[in-house]
């Protein structure tokens, strides 16, 4: 089974200044998707960012980047320019490229606070 | 704008209550999953369905069911509510392998 893990429950960042969050993951399949969702206090989860393992090029969306390292089965998120609403909990999520695969396998999380 | 709807927002239910947390989706959907969040655990999968009155059981099943008798409706259902039941339930749908889903805003149940 894969397993997901975020070691930081919490972060803080300045405002404008750049944050990393950090997932490692546990699998021995060689073709999946791995992907960073954001949950803020209104609970609605949104996608930030989703990266194909057979991509060797790091996904990137606006201020938003991943640093994928396959073989270190790691993928961290950076959050350049943070602002006040990026401040959100962060999940890092897992799922199987396999044909029958279907569900998301999440990390515990990060909590991450902007401050002003 | 596709939606994934919960009918609670807050539900407060006594122990040993038959407990329904209902989830409606527009987007015709074929994968519909519900997940638990608690705090340091994450999300974890309760049980999830590919199709109209098939399911599969998720990482925790005990104590929970599920049913889904129209593509757009997935219900869980706590048999005999318990204490250890209080938690955040996230709804959340899919088609077959795309990326990622489209979740419901989740229903905070306590049970007293």
């Known amino acids: 089974a894969q397993t997901v893990t975020q070691s930081q429950p919490e972060m803080s960042v300045q405002e404008a200044e750049t944050v990393t969050l950090s997932c490692t993951y546990d699998?021995?399949?060689?073709?999946?998707?791995l992907f960073w969702y954001k949950q803020p206090p209104s609970r609605q989860m949104i996608l930030v960012i989703r990266q194909e393992a057979y991509k060797q090029q790091n996904a990137t969306e606006n201020r938003f980047s991943v640093n994928f390292q396959k073989a270190a089965k790691s993928f961290s998120l950076k959050i350049s320019d943070s602002q006040l609403g990026d401040a959100a909990m962060y999940f890092c999520a897992y799922r199987s490229a396999l044909g029958s695969a279907r569900q998301l396998t999440f990390g515990s999380g990060t909590q991450l606070t902007v401050l002003p | 704008d596709v939606k994934v709807t919960q009918s609670s927002r807050y539900l407060v239910k006594r122990t040993g209550e038959k407990v329904f947390l209902e989830c409606v989706q527009d987007m015709d959907h074929e994968n519909m999953f519900w997940y638990r969040q608690d705090p340091g655990l994450g999300l974890r999968l309760i049980y999830f369905?590919?199709?109209?009155?098939?399911?599969e059981k998720g990482d925790i099943p005990e104590g929970y069911s599920v049913s889904r008798e129209k593509k757009e409706r997935f219900s869980l259902i706590l048999e005999s509510a318990s204490t250890n039941q209080t938690s955040m339930y996230l709804c959340?749908?899919?088609?077959?392998?795309?990326?990622?889903?489209?979740f419901g805003s989740g229903t905070r149940l306590t049970v007293v």
């Open positions: 959340a749908s899919s088609f077959p392998r795309v990326y990622g889903y489209t």
């Open positions: 699998t021995s399949e060689s073709d999946y998707y």
């Open positions: 369905s590919y199709d109209v009155k098939m399911k």
